[in-house]
C-alpha cells in the first residue's frame, strides 16, 4: 500500500472543519491515519514544500497564508491513498471543484483551498521527509 502526506491548511483549522475532513479520510476502508499534529509551519519548511512554485505570482502570498495559522500535518497509509485523497479533496481551484469534494464543498478562493495532497509516490517521499523526518 501508499503514503501521502495530507495539510490542513490554516483556512481549515480557523473555520473549525478539521473534524469534518478527517472524518472523510478515515471513513475511506482500509485507509488508516498513522500521524497527526497540529503545528504551525516555519517559512523555511514551506519554501521546502513549496519550491517547484518558487517565481510563480502566487508563490509569496501562498506561503504567507500558510504561515497565517497552524496546520495540521498527518501521514495517511493505505490503498491508493495518494490518487485517493486528491480525488476526495478536488481540484486546486474550489471553483471547478464538484460538489461531494472537500474543495467543492468548502472553498471559493484558490489559494484558501482547505487541504493538501502529495502528487505522486515521489512527492509523498519528499514531502514526508520534509515534514516528519523521524517517522519510520
Ligand atoms: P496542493 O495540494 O496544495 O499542492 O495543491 P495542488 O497540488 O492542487 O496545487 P499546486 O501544487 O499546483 O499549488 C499549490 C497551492 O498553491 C495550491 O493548493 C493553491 O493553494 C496555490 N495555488 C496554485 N495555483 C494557484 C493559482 O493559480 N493562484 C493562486 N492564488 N494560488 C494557487
Ligand atoms: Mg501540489
Excluded at 16 to 38: D, P, Q, Y
Excluded at 46 to 71: D, I, T
Excluded at 113 to 120: E, F, G, Y
Aim: aromatic share 6%; charged share 25%; no cysteine.
Amino acid at each position: 500500500s501508499q503514503r501521502t502526506l495530507v495539510l490542513l491548511k490554516p483556512d481549515a483549522v480557523r473555520r473549525g472543519l478539521v473534524g469534518e475532513i478527517i472524518g472523510r479520510i478515515e471513513s475511506k476502508a482500509g485507509w488508516k491515519i498513522t500521524a497527526l499534529e497540529l503545528r504551525a509551519l516555519e517559512r523555511p519548511t514551506l519554501e521546502q514544500h513549496y519550491a517547484e512554485h518558487e517565481g510563480k505570482p502566487f508563490y509569496a502570498p501562498l506561503v504567507e497564508f500558510m504561515l497565517s495559522g497552524p496546520s495540521v500535518a498527518m501521514v495517511v497509509e493505505g490503498e491508493r491513498v495518494i490518487e485517493g485523497v486528491r480525488a476526495l479533496a478536488g481540484p486546486t481551484d474550489p471553483i471547478a471543484a464538484a460538489p461531494g469534494s472537500i474543495r467543492g464543498d468548502y472553498g471559493t478562493i484558490v489559494r484558501e483551498n482547505l487541504i493538501h495532497a502529495s502528487d505522486s509516490e515521489q512527492s509523498a517521499e519528499r514531502e514526508l521527509k520534509i515534514f516528519f523526518p523521524d517517522f519510520a
